[in-house]
């Protein structure tokens, strides 16, 4: 019996919209690899310890960059996703508009000049705000508040003193290792003052670790804190049980 048109119709419908099969990565020819203007495009990292939802993501983003052109995102590795924009001038909002988060995460952003940038090794630091705060602020000079903002990072601006909530703290942005060098506080001495610590803030950033000083997942959820703690609750059982059976005192 012969289908109606609409029975026919609706027979391919599924094969036109391809559902059902999930969308085969296609790479570019080497032609379209030398002719693609990579200025348009840049690679995203989320700097997270779990696997991102892209769909979730690419909504956030786009509603927080405010696109009126098409955006295209392409994953390319764990939590790595290379962006082609519509223009170049798109491309470089995004890239001069940031630091932009994802959910209390941060995202590194990094240009591309060609396809052997796309990679996660490509992305090592992220820019991040960050707040210097002291009961002293007023006597760190912004030249000390640069050489401070240095020891978690490439300061990208000059620190300067801001006012917010009855706070009065340094502002920058810097350009942070994503493992390594994260910190909270840091130790400083003041000729008159005399020693006093400087705590860092990073701002909208949850998945920062004082512990193992690496960015993406928070200090209660460090599996090396978490190795660390079993270990020394062990060295104290050993040491407990050590004591217990050295009852004797050797020697003359
Ligand atoms: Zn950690």
Redesign the pocket.
């Known amino acids: 019996m012969d289908l109606s048109d609409e029975d026919f119709l609706l027979k391919y419908s599924n094969l036109a919209q391809g559902e059902g099969v999930s969308s085969h990565p296609l790479r570019l020819s080497v032609d379209q690899e030398a002719t693609k203007n990579w200025s348009a495009s840049l690679l995203l990292r989320v700097v997270i310890d779990r696997q991102v939802n892209q769909d979730d993501l690419v909504e956030q983003l786009l509603r927080a960059w405010r696109m009126t052109s098409q955006v295209v995102f392409s994953q390319k590795g764990y939590n790595l996703f290379l962006v082609d924009f519509y223009s170049v001038q798109d491309a470089n909002l995004v890239f001069n508009g940031g630091p932009w988060t994802y959910r209390t995460a941060p995202i590194a952003v990094a240009r591309v000049s060609g396809p052997q940038d796309i990679n996660a090794d490509h992305i090592t630091h992220v820019e991040l705000w960050v707040q210097m705060h002291s009961n002293f602020i007023e006597s760190i000079s912004q030249p000390d508040a640069l050489n401070l903002a240095s020891q978690i990072g490439t300061p990208v601006s000059l620190p300067s003193i801001t006012f917010s909530a009855g706070a009065k703290y340094y502002r920058t942005r810097i350009s942070v290792p994503i493992r390594g060098q994260i910190r909270d506080k840091h130790p400083v001495s003041h000729p008159t003052v005399g020693n006093f610590l400087v705590f860092f803030v990073y701002e909208r950033i949850k998945k920062a ?6 960015l ?4 209660s ?5 978490a190795r660390f703690s079993r270990l020394m609750v062990q060295s104290k059982c050993k040491q407990i049980t050590g004591d217990q059976v050295s009852p004797f005192n050797l020697g003359p």
């Not at 670790?209 to 690496?214: A, E, G, I, R, Y």
């Open positions: 670790c004082v512990f193992c000083k690496n993406g997942h928070e200090y959820f460090c599996q090396d804190w």
